[in-house]
């Protein structure tokens, strides 16, 4: 089987930065936003020093049928067709992810599309992505990254992409498990039953 070999999205801007990652390994696509370093906003960083705050991003990740919902929502914002894709209230899409139940790590997660609440200084940004921890408390960290239109066509081709090479992933992972006899014991219980 042919590799399908998907380079990450990168969007940078004064106070955040967005990344789009793909994982072959857990057949899974990363959307991380992490913030600038105070003070660092809106400035260039000199040379090899850091404007980014990565060890304090947010991540959430999303399997073939979530990266192909944000694909769709991306598109329709980028043709200007936001009635596709808003609710009947006028809410933009978001998507609730928690990393515990799928086994790894993490606190909850809310990612969505957002309206600017004033006119943006800059008439090309029309949206923003945000991410924000849900916590008990109310106190999440929150992280935004406004986008202009050529940015939510951009998302929406590699998260396209990276839903159509998951399921290429997916075929590859099950057939590995199942060389490494990880199926059998289910096939076992199938056989028995009909046998039953």
Request: hydrophobic residues 35%.
């Amino acid at each position: 089987m042919e590799k399908t070999f998907l380079q990450a999205l990168n969007l940078y801007r004064g106070k955040s930065a967005l990344q789009i990652s793909p994982s072959p390994e857990l057949a899974l696509v990363f959307v991380s936003l992490a913030p600038a370093i105070p003070g660092m906003e809106n400035k260039m960083p000199d040379k090899n020093s850091k404007k980014y705050q990565w060890e304090k991003k947010l991540t959430a990740s999303f399997n073939f049928e979530g990266a192909l919902e944000v694909a769709a929502a991306a598109a329709a914002l980028a043709q200007g067709r936001e009635e596709l894709v808003s609710g009947s209230d006028g809410t933009l899409p978001s998507w609730y992810r928690d990393p515990t139940k799928t086994g790894r790590d993490g606190s909850a997660k809310t990612i969505g599309f957002y309206r600017p609440k004033d006119q943006p200084k800059t008439p090309k940004v029309r949206y923003f992505l945000g991410i924000t921890e849900n916590k008990k408390d109310k106190q999440g960290n929150k992280i935004g990254i406004s986008l202009e239109y050529p940015d939510l066509f951009k998302i929406a081709r590699v998260m396209e992409e990276a839903a159509l090479a998951i399921l290429g992933w997916r075929k590859e992972i099950e057939g590995k498990r199942a060389a490494n006899g990880h199926d059998r014991a289910a096939k076992n219980k199938t056989a028995t039953a009909e046998a039953s």
